[in-house]
């Protein structure tokens, strides 16, 4: 085997080992709640040293719905407050590891297109595909990632390449 061709599968096989690891974590996205083996290897195909936009659009449960009962609050809430748990979590993790928030806002409505329904959009930047892989893979941002999947009756995220 040729050293090119090596490395191309030793490049190949670290991805899938990642992008396993992620699933494992995250679930395979077939809920809505995850990216999909597909996206994860999408992001995961970015050239190094671009920069990555997340545009989020978020639509709140009336009531959060835990998965896990182990770390369900005692007394039922809101999805807003389950959203704010993931928040008060995500937001210095995501500034931790160079990433930062652009906007978070309440969805007013569309301008352009058809009508959708959303409750929160979040703008968020990063330098590269690594630092946004890497808040993905954080310990803390895992941990208080259930807290996003409860709040969310559903979700859209697109990425941008600026």
């Known amino acids: 085997m040729s050293n090119l061709t090596e ?7 670290k991805l899938e080992d990642r992008v396993a690891r992620l699933i494992a974590w995250y679930g395979d996205g077939s809920d809505g709640a995850s990216p999909t083996a597909e996206q994860w290897r999408k992001v995961a195909g970015r050239p190094s040293g671009s920069p990555v936009t997340l545009i989020n659009f978020f639509k709140l449960r009336d009531q959060g719905l835990y998965q896990d009962e182990a770390i369900a609050p005692a007394a039922p809430e809101s999805g807003r407050a389950a959203f704010d748990r993931y928040a008060a979590v995500s937001i210095p993790t995501m500034e931790k590891i160079g990433g ?5 806002a309440p969805f007013e409505a ?16 990063f330098a590269d595909k690594e630092v946004l892989l890497s808040l993905w893979e ?7 990632y259930p ?12 990425i941008c390449n600026g």
């Open 138 to 144: 954080d310990a803390d941002y895992h941990a208080a």
């Open 110 to 125: 569309g301008f352009v297109g058809p009508e959708e329904d959303w409750d929160l959009v979040a703008i968020g930047t």
């Open 147 to 158: 807290h996003r999947t409860a709040a969310c009756a559903r979700q859209k995220v697109v």
């Open 100 to 104: 930062r928030f652009l906007l978070v």
């Open 7 to 13: 490395f191309i599968v030793n490049a190949n096989s």
